[in-house]
């Protein structure tokens, strides 16, 4: 099932939609929010996009994945996202893989690992567990580079700016 | 790691917590949505209480632990729940064993296991992945059979509906 799943192929498309999830993750950088964005595209039309906003409305809950799925769900009326797809810079983590299992989602593309606590293939795959009664396809590395590179940019200067501090202190 | 995590034992405070998580499962019940209830606790005191919501939102996120813990962060005024304890009547699933997970929540107890998507032991447990930053308790069997017995009616009386508009048509 694995194999299956991960075998989606990149499209234009999948490109195309994955560079409005990038602008959303610049927007939130901008804000001081740790750089991932997220879209729910169904036929052809974006209908939930989001930035990660944890630190801004101090709510653990509030990563981009799952601010997109509510604004989709809100925009058809409905909490099943049949026939949506997800497009998100970062894998997502537990929490979103869990939601968008929940939300029935079609597809979920993202774009670059995370090693940390990616839970669609890198610590684990919550679409490996057989026993969920609903399996979304995965395709990742979309845009890879540059949705890996927006988050090393955004940690490097924190690093510098603690850095800095801590060299006036001196 | 595991029997570590699951050695905590029942109290009466967690039984107490749990009759109020039980009474707002019944709530559910009354509305027509799947009867799961939670609440957060922090020193003492109920900071988030909610149930499941999904059909009445048609909101897939709307489970009873997620409405809590953003009704908890909100009272808190910071996404980390340290030092709270978190009581639902179901075992949560993968989405909000991650969101408690992404919490910081020091504490889990559950009333009864869901076999089919429980993720905190019954398909799999969460808090087993070692790369994860954050592990939290587990307690698991606080007013199991109350717990179970509001879901069984609930089940019960969807499918004797069902089966009595069936005879109708006949």
């Known amino acids: 099932m694995k194999e299956q799943l991960q075998a989606t192929s990149i499209s234009q498309k ?20 740790v750089p991932v964005g997220a879209i729910v595209v169904y036929k052809d039309t974006i209908i939930g996009a989001a930035h990660n906003l944890r630190e801004t409305h101090q709510d653990p809950i509030a990563h981009a994945e799952i601010l997109a ?11 099943r996202l049949e026939n949506c797809t997800l497009y998100v810079t ?8 869990g939601a968008l299992w929940l939300s029935r989602i079609e597809r979920c593309v993202f774009g670059c690992r995370d090693p940390k606590s990616g839970f669609l293939g890198s610590i684990s795959n919550l679409m490996d567990q057989e026993k969920l ?12 580079n540059e949705c890996s590179e927006i988050l090393r940019t955004f940690f490097r200067r924190i690093r510098e700016r603690k ?4 060299q006036n202190k001196i």
Chains 1, 2 share one sequence.
Do not use: R
Not at 17 to 33: D, F, N, P, S, Y
Not at 69 to 79: C, R, Y
Not at 90 to 97: F, G, N, Q, T
Not at 163 to 166: I, R, T, V
């Open 14 to 33: 999948d490109t195309f939609w994955m560079k409005h999830a990038l602008a959303l993750a610049q927007e939130a950088a901008q804000k001081g929010e």
């Open 69 to 79: 799925i509510k604004q989709a769900s809100d925009h058809l009326g409905s909490w």
């Open 90 to 97: 970062l894998e997502p983590c537990p929490m979103c893989s």
């Open 133 to 144: 009664n609903h399996h979304y396809e995965i395709c990742s590395g979309v845009l890879e």
């Open 163 to 166: 850095s800095q501090k801590e």
